[in-house]
Structures are given as C-alpha cells and as structure tokens.
C-alpha cells in the first residue's frame, strides 16, 4: 500500500480556522478510495499561496519528500499547494524527481498539463484578486476615507469603516511640531524635547528626527503627511514580493498614478504653515541630502553603542580624522551617551585585538572540543523534546478525529463535541506552537587549520590597509573580514578615557566549506564568546568546568569564565 501524506492551507485570517480540518477530512477520504495509507498531516494556517517562503508546513512537507517518506501528496486542489505558476511546477518537479505523486481531491493525479493549466489559473485568480481590492480602495478613498495606516493625530471612528477623526491631545502635539520646525528649529532638537517630555511617540519607545522627516517620495513623514493640511494622497507605493526571498517590498509610484481626495474635515495645519514647512524642507534636503557622498568604512554598519544598542553615525571629521557618535543620541537625544569616538581609532583597535587573539589558535581548539561535546548534550535534549511534543500531537489529532467520527455516527451529542474538540484543538496548536519553537537538531563543528590561516592572512592585510590613512580595503578582505564579525560594542567614556570595545563574531567564518574541508557545519551563525581585557587576559568558554582546567593549564593563571557562549566577543582597553 503506497504511503500518502496530506497538504492543506487557508489564506487569511478573516477565513474560518476549520477550513484546514475540512481540507483534511476531505484528503482522507480521497486516500480512502485510492487505497493509500496516510502516513502525515501537513498544514499551513493563514498564510497566503503566493510564494513558498513563509510557509512551514509546506516546508516540512519537503524535507519529508526528501527524505523518501511517502509516495504520493494529497491535497484538495492544486492551488492549496500554491497559486504562482513557477512555484507549483518546481513542486511537481521536484515531486515528480522523487517519485512521488500529486493527487488532488479536484482533479486527480497531476501531469505537467495540468500543472502548467491549474498554475496559470490560480494565479490569474491571484492576481485579479488583487485588482479587485485595489479598486475597491480607490472607491474608499475617493469617498473621503482612509484606505488603511495609522497617522498620528488621528483615530478610527466607531462603526463607520474607513472614516478618521482628530484626535485633539496628537493634534496639538503635531500643530507644536510644525511651528517649531517652521520657525527653524531642527527636528532632532524637536525629537529631543518630546522625549524630554515623555511625549508619547507614534511608534516605538521614543521620537526620532525620521519621525519627523520621513521620506517625502513616500509622504511617511510627520513633517510631509498632506493629511495635516486636509488632503488625502494614496497609491503613492506598491508592494511586491521579492521572489528569492518572498518578503514583500514596496515600490514608489510615479505621480500620475497618485490619487488626490480633498479632505477637510482632516485638517490639522492651515494651509500657510504646512506650505512654509514643504519650502523649508525642500531648501534644507531635496535632491542635495540623496547626492550627499556617504562613509563606507570596513566596520559600517557593525558599530553599536554600548549603552543603548543602537548603531553609531558619523559626526564630522577633524585633522585627526572622521568621528563617530551614537544615532540614537544624534537623532532623539534618548541615549546618555554623548561620547564622541575616532572610527580609524576603533578599526586599529579592532584589527590589533583580533591579531592578538589569532596569534595562537591552540586555545580555540581547546573550545571548540568542549563546544562540541555541549552541543551533543544539546542536541539530545533537543531530540527528546520534539519527540514528545510530537507525540503530543498525534495523540490529540487522534483524539480530535474520534470525536469528529463519532460525532459523524451519531454516537455523540453536538452539545457535547462542542465542548470536548474547542479545547483539543486548542491543546494541539500549542504543541505545535512550541514544537516550532524548538530548534532544529544541529551537527557539531570542526574548526580547520586551513581557514584559521586564511582569516589571519585576511587580518594582517587589512591592519597593512588600514595603517594608509584613507585608503579602502579591497572588498574580498572587507568581505571575509564581516563574514566573521557579526558587531563591534563601543562603551560610552568620558573625555580622556580610553576606548572600550567588544567584538561579537561567528564561527562560521572559520568554517565556511570554501576555506576548509568541512562537510556538515552546526549553526551557520554559531560561535564562542569571550572578552580579552588585555592582551594578556582571555576569557573563554563557559559552563564546563573541564573547559575551565584546559584553559588554566594553558595560559597558567586563574580565569573567571562569563556566561555567553553563543557569540565571540572580544574586548580590549588602550589608550586614547
């Protein structure tokens, strides 16, 4: 009897949750009649067909069909498995490669005729779909109503879809905005006095000078939002979804494609304020701002402030060369740390900790022996938790269906199913909830002398490069170089103090199967973790107490060990 696993999916929240135990109850009865044995459920709770990614039952159900666990897939139609032409058909290849069949309860088994037939229906529909709710917004729109977003200021009015209201408290706040911005105050000064004041913020924690700014191709920012000044302007974006990674995009419109509704009732700003603020942004920004010439350094966008977390931007330069300052700092005045910093300082620093940390690697042999034996623990643990937890299911599900078959035979009151499947079926979603939460068993690592080398080489020619003030390092250096360091901590200091950094890196840039000979790496962005003070105190590991003894006889002195170890952090103090 061959073996048949079940595929269903529903779209949206606004359909109904049983639509997935409906699909299945129809699938096996389809199974029934063919004589095929089902062997696994797979399911995939609101999440759109439009694109593979996204979707972890179907993405279980692949890893099975590798796997050679079931000859045919069952699914009630061909567009529960998915409605965009090319995805379908790499299924049915990739299905048809394996020998597995697709049979659909509509349809039967599947050929490439009407792979190809059922693929360019389902995302005709698809598409028309999207059409149809695109003209149904516009109606919305032209009718003096909102579309959809949250503008600060504003507020849905109750039972009335799509029609807003001013909220006076947020309009007060937004009219202050406006007239301090067009009497010249910066918005980063602005965004600092609103957090002074714990003025609440649209979003987030805090006021930021982007609050305030935006972006005025796409009308985000508080500043150019024409709602203010009474006039409504939609379809300034559309969304489209990245096929190589299936996150949704957004993409400016041309103007002639804009939708322009009056809205009075909406306005905020008269008409003189909100035109002296547009005048004054255009003379301060427009085109200039875009053309403005940025720093690309070998640590962009790997600097983050240690008080805050957030990331470091350039503040000038002197003769001693650009500085940098925490972004949280500059742009809201949120964070305390105020410290200014020389970049080509921190990369010099950077570079030397990492020369002294690679000078021997025999230390980093001694971790990864003792990585590797915590990871098989880990690794086992792992095992027995999603075996229980899959058991778990099973058991419900199986629980599930002999109250629905029961039910069915009249063997069993509606009233009581009614009050019996809701707390079954909430039971099973949790444990799959935490079954996804688990994470996947890993293989253990091996670190190869031939990638430690490379790395090392890499590092001695970027401390050449970056000892040439101003010249760029070559982008195969720069790029293994942020291959292996996932972040550089700057800690806040006063004037005179020296710089306190801490890198975080990963592993897997020391074993990347280009660089060494290995086959199966664990965690592509595992690593250790440890602080190097100075160059001659290192920190490394820690839980095991064996990894404590190693290390003690290595370098001969007495260690405290921290209390990391997925991330390979290093610190190190000089003078300023």
């Known amino acids: ?5 079940i ?3 529903y779209s949206t929240d606004l359909q109904n949750d049983q639509s997935v135990e409906d699909q299945i109850r129809l699938c096996k009865a389809h199974a029934e009649r063919l004589g095929l044995n089902v062997v696994g459920e797979f399911s995939d709770r ?6 593979m990614f996204g979707r972890p039952g179907l993405a279980k159900l692949m890893q099975k069909a590798d ?28 299905l048809r490669f394996r020998r597995i069949e697709m049979n659909c309860v509509n349809g039967g088994a599947m050929d490439t005729v009407q792979i190809g037939m059922y693929g360019v229906v389902g995302q005709m529909q698809r598409e028309e779909g999207a059409k149809k709710v695109k003209r149904g917004m516009v109606g919305v729109v032209r009718s003096g109503r909102n579309a959809g977003g949250k503008a600060y200021g504003y507020r849905p009015v109750p039972g009335r879809k799509g029609e807003l209201e001013i909220v006076e408290e947020e309009a007060a706040i937004v009219r202050r905005i406006f007239s301090l911005y067009a009497s010249g105050i910066a918005p980063r000064a602005i965004a600092a006095a609103l957090n002074d004041e714990n003025v609440p913020a649209p979003r987030g924690k805090r006021w930021n000078a982007s609050t305030l700014n935006g972006n005025g191709q796409r009308g985000n920012g508080l500043l150019v939002n024409s709602m203010y000044a009474g006039k409504l302007i939609w379809n300034r974006v559309h969304m489209v979804k990245d096929p190589s990674t299936g996150r949704r995009i957004s993409r400016i419109n041309p103007e002639t494609e804009h939708e322009e509704i009056e809205a009075p009732h909406l306005r905020i700003i008269d008409d003189a304020v909100f035109e002296a603020v547009q005048q004054r942004k255009a003379s301060r920004g427009g085109s200039h701002s875009r053309s403005t010439p940025k720093y690309k350094r070998l640590l962009s966008g790997l600097l983050r402030c240690g008080a805050c977390g957030g990331g470091m931007a350039i503040n000038g330069s002197d003769r001693s060369g650009p500085r940098i300052i925490c972004s949280t700092h500059k742009e809201s005045g949120s964070c305390t740390n105020g410290a200014r910093y020389y970049v080509e300082k921190i990369e010099q ?5 990492l020369r002294a940390q690679f000078a021997d690697t025999r230390i980093i042999d001694i971790y990864v022996k003792e990585y590797e034996a915590e ?3 880990e690794a086992a643990e792992k095992r027995r938790n999603r075996a229980t937890l899959e058991r778990q299911i099973e058991e419900t599900k199986t629980a599930i269906t002999r109250i629905v078959e029961r039910l069915a035979k009249g063997l069993i009151e509606d009233d009581d199913a009614a009050a019996i499947l809701p707390g079954l079926r909430a039971d099973r979603d949790r444990f799959q909830r935490e079954l996804e939460e688990v994470e996947p068993v890993s293989n253990v690592i091996e670190i190869q002398p031939r990638a430690v080398r490379a790395f090392k080489e890499n590092i001695e020619r970027l401390a050449e490069t970056i000892s040439k003030r101003g010249e760029t390092p070559p982008v195969e250096l720069a790029q293994a170089f942020r291959e292996m360091i996932a972040g550089v901590i700057v800690e806040p200091r006063k004037a005179g103090e020296p710089y306190r950094i801490e890198i975080k890196g990963y592993l897997s840039g020391l074993v ?9 790496v664990a965690e592509a962005r595992s690593g250790l973790y440890h602080r190097l003070d100075n160059p001659e105190l290192i920190d490394l590991g820690t839980w095991q107490i064996a990894l404590v003894r190693a290390i003690n006889n290595f370098i001969k002195k007495p260690k405290q060990l921290s209390a990391n ?9 000089t003078a300023d």
């Open 512 to 520: 990347s199967p280009e660089l060494s000979s290995v086959l199966m």
């Open 46 to 51: 609101a999440k759109s067909g439009a694109s």
């Open 375 to 377: 990871r098989r623990r």
């Open 349 to 353: 620093q950077v570079i030397d900790t």
């Open 1 to 5: 009897m061959k073996r048949a696993v």
């Open 7 to 9: 595929y269903a999916r």
């Open 565 to 573: 170890n997925d991330a390979l952090g290093l610190s190190k103090r």
């Open 67 to 94: 796997s050679d666990a079931f000859d045919v897939l069952v699914a009630e139609h061909p567009d529960r498995i998915s409605r965009d032409i090319a995805d379908l058909a790499h299924i049915h290849k990739t």
